[in-house]
């Protein structure tokens, strides 16, 4: 076993031949899953012919299916990494807020999602910009919603593969080599299997390894949940080991002339950011793509329910696993790159065989998300931009053709993202995916219900909340980057730090709700709501974009 290792150097020893045997057996094991799921649960003649088919697997998984999927939608490998990583690095509302947010986004996903399965179900939705578009009558706002959806996604797919990475670093793998080609094939084999699993079976390929990835990320965190705080002398240890390193922090960063960051429990100076964070990321993860697409994949409004249920073991699962931030620095793990924690803990303390179990595990929540996300961004292009306004008589088959063709490049470009550019770089650009699909929030989730906001006031809004949330991201910096550097900024009037996305969305819903009360002051019409004209109940074809804008009425 390697030992502890600073910055973003492989651990001690080199190549870790035993890590990497187990980790490589059960990754094939994974690909054959995959390549049986192109036959798994499929209908008859023209299966995968189409977006409900490809890209939503026929609409009917059930119960047991969808706990897996929803779960492997949320639980990605950037969660395995980056939430116990900032933990360690600098504590509680940096972390912790995560599994307050989780805590939080159940009862949102119980009262909103079986509304817009049931709208979706009714009209042949595949994507949330098909339902923006229905409910207000508006090409342009649904193409905002697609675009932000895709914008959103795409760092949060690459930093997939920073997670990846991180295992095959502190594994040795490639790290004796100076050709960067040769450094990152291992990552570049692994996506190639994932986008031929992918294009051959769609959503029902993330499905089925989801089985396999939640097994391993339960059984490698609860046998370190177990037995590593064990070793390093119970939670007491380990607690006084995090508030002893945050404190000593702190105080160098005072002798130094900096701000404290590091905060081991939050103090009432604190609470607006981590409150912020918590209720923002809330609000804004049911509103990814890829989260959607789980949930248009089942059978049922009550499937849903039921899953919102049990869904909570995952914020179980999840605070776990922030708690081994804390647990590896009591185990004297050491490195200045936060995302390297985890991964050198488990090195560290566990036996090869096992390590290798682990990061695998770390692997496969890469690989699962990834592909959901690639699924998802590419329907809202096929639908809303290829369909809606390059090629409107496009048929299904065309749709599905194209679908999986851009999921390729999704892949691809994330791939691109992430080796081509420093990786901390595109770790903090991943702040921007919170901060840009939580302007789409007033579109879709308060177009569920009536009366509606007016579509020319919700895309001001937008507009104002993109706008406001990427300059405020842009200016925030760290040691580590010059912009892009967090995602706290100073709430204008309160005078404390905030999480961005939040204050960007309070003007972009000011701005939608005195817009529509002007524009209808105005007598300026909202356009048609196609949802509003048929009885609950009525099954429709897949809708199509290819209709123009209806022009406004009343």
Known sequence: MGGPVGGVQAAAGGFHGAQFTVFAVLLAGVALLGVFAARWRRGGTG????????????????????????????????????????????????????????????????????????????HGYVTPADLVRGRYGSRSLALAVAVTGILATMPYIALQLVGLQAVLEVMGVGTGSGNAFVRDLPVIIAFGVLAVCTYTAGLR??????????????????????????????????????EGKFDAANATATAAGRHPSAVFIPGPKDFLAYGTLALGSAMALFMYPHAITGVLATRSREVIRRNTAVLPLYTLLLAF????????????????????????????????????????????????????????????????????????AATAAEEAKVSKVASLLVKAGALVFVLGLDTQNSINLQ??????????????????????????????????????????????????????????????????????????????????????VLLRLGGVANGPDETAAVPAGTALPSPRADQPEPAPSS
């Open 431 to 516: 702040l921007l995916g919170g901060v840009w699909i939580m302007q789409t929030f007033p579109a879709v989730a308060l177009g569920l219900w009536r009366p509606r906001l007016h579509r020319r006031a919700l895309l001001a809004g937008w507009l104002v909340g993109m706008g406001y949330g990427t300059w405020q991201a842009y200016e925030q910096h760290s040691p580590l980057a010059h912009h892009f550097g967090g995602s706290l900024a100073t709430v204008p009037g309160l005078g404390r730090a905030g999480y961005i996305a939040v204050t960007a969305f309070a003007l972009n819903l000011v701005i939608a709700a005195v817009g529509t």
């Open 205 to 242: 390929a993330p499905a089925l390894i989801a089985f396999a990835k939640d097994t391993l990320i339960y059984l490698v965190v609860v046998v370190a949940i177990i037995v590593i705080p064990h070793r390093v002398g119970g939670f007491g240890a380990v607690f006084d080991a995090a």
């Open 47 to 122: 299966a995968l012919a189409s977006l409900d088919d490809w890209g939503l697997a026929g609409r009917g998984f059930g119960g047991f299916v969808a706990w897996f999927l929803i779960g492997g939608d949320i639980f990605t490998a950037y969660t395995f990494v980056a939430v116990p990583g900032a933990m360690y690095a600098a504590g509680a509302v940096s972390g912790w807020y995560a599994v307050a947010y989780t805590t939080m986004v159940w009862p949102v996903v119980f009262v909103l999602m079986p509304r817009l399965w049931s709208l979706s179900h009714r």
């Open 321 to 392: 696993l922030a708690l081994l931030g804390y647990v590896a620095i009591a185990a004297g793990v050491h490195t200045t790159n936060p995302r390297l924690a985890i991964p050198l803990l488990f090195d560290q303390e566990f036996p090869p065989w096992f390590a290798g179990v682990a990061f695998a595990a770390i692997a496969v929540g890469a690989l699962v998300p990834a592909a959901i996300m690639s699924i998802a961004a590419a329907n809202l292009f096929t639908r809303t931009i290829y369909v809606g306004h390059l090629r409107p």
